[in-house]
Nanobody, 115 residues
Framework: QVQLVESGGGLVQAGGSLRLSCAASGTIFSSSTMAWYRQAPGKQRDFVASFSSGGSTNYADSVKGRFTISRDNAKRTVHLQMSNLKPEDTAVYYC?????????WGQGTQVTVSS
């Protein structure tokens, strides 16, 4: 059974930083594309960043230059370093694992950015 557990969310002032972490179990982590998505109240869940098994990273335009995704295959973790946070970054952030057409999700962690 695949399990993804996020941590690191919280309340931060605009311009501040947070680091989200996601610990994975029950999956072939090194072969999976790991990603972060976010969902603001009343809005759809949107892509934030991804890190493929081959080492490629991809970012939503809204976070380029401010967010950095990283992964540690030995520790089966993926991180999202968020800097220069803006109020519009406020959302629940979800960890996602994608392998062979199957997606798995964590329970989410709340990030709130105050102005």
């Amino acid at each position: 059974q695949v399990q993804l557990v996020e941590s690191g969310g919280g309340l931060v002032q605009a311009g501040g930083s947070l680091r989200l972490s996601c610990a994975a179990s029950g999956t072939i982590f090194s072969s999976s594309t790991m990603a972060w998505y976010r969902q603001a109240p009343g809005k759809q869940r949107d892509f934030v960043a991804s890190f493929s098994s081959g080492g490629s990273t991809n970012y939503a335009d809204s976070v380029k230059g401010r967010f950095t995704i990283s992964r540690d295959n030995a520790k089966r973790t993926v991180h999202l370093q968020m800097s220069n946070l803006k109020p519009e970054d406020t959302a629940v952030y979800y960890c996602n694992s994608h392998l062979s057409g199957r997606h798995y999700w964590g329970q989410g962690t709340q990030v709130t950015v105050s102005s």
